[in-house]
């Protein structure tokens, strides 16, 4: 994973083409740093690195009875760790500053289409009934999802502060791992422009 990271910020100066550049903080799904810059006055360009969330209990649950470690092994619970996930995308901004008449500032709307890679760690709990006692058994794993995401936004633009703020809603769908599994995904945030 460290290096992974390291690659990623290593590539991020090759991004920067265009005007706005900023760095900043992504809350919600997933949690990332987040890196965005302008190509030209309409179209942007972002990577994320950060944390994936989980998916439900069902699907990990189904993901074992589908893989069983033993023949008549039986789920009994699973925990996650060392959550994963990297984002490359591309949107077209749309400028909304005069429609909503805001005088200070400026507000883009946005939409776009992405790549996103996720990683998790799963460990699972389970009994053999067919074993004397049915003593709890572990098996671990690590959850791959790849696949296309697209989204919506908005992010303003202060005046007089180097910073914008950003709120956005998006699906994710996995190809790799279980095709056509979507997930809903959001989050609101904040970068330092230079």
């Known amino acids: 994973m460290k290096k992974l990271l390291i690659l990623a910020f290593a590539m991020l100066p090759l991004l920067t083409f265009g005007q706005e550049t900023g760095i900043g903080l992504r809350l919600g799904e997933p949690l990332s740093i987040t890196y965005k810059t302008f190509i030209d006055d309409v179209f942007s360009i972002e990577a994320m690195v950060g944390s994936a969330g989980a998916n439900s209990a069902q699907y990990y649950q189904r993901a074992f009875n589908n ?3 033993a023949p008549n092994a039986f789920y009994s619970g699973h925990s996650t760790s060392n959550s994963f996930s990297f984002n490359l995308r591309g949107a077209y901004h749309e400028d909304f500053t005069s429609d ?5 500032g400026y ?3 946005y939409a776009g289409a992405g790549v996103q890679l996720r990683s998790v760690r799963v460990d699972y709990a389970y009994t053999n009934p067919v074993s004397s006692g049915a003593p ?3 098996d671990r794993r690590t959850n791959i999802d790849f696949g296309p995401e697209i989204f919506g936004g908005a992010e303003y633009y202060f005046d007089d502060l180097p910073i914008n703020v950003f709120a956005e809603i998006g699906l994710f769908m996995e190809v790799l ?3 056509g599994h979507v997930r809903l995904q959001g989050a609101i945030g904040a970068r330092y422009l230079f």
């Open 67 to 69: 893989n069983l470690p």
């Open 107 to 109: 507000l883009l709307g």
């Open 136 to 138: 709890i058994l572990r």
């Open 100 to 104: 909503l008449n805001i005088e200070s």
């Open 177 to 179: 791992n279980r095709f």
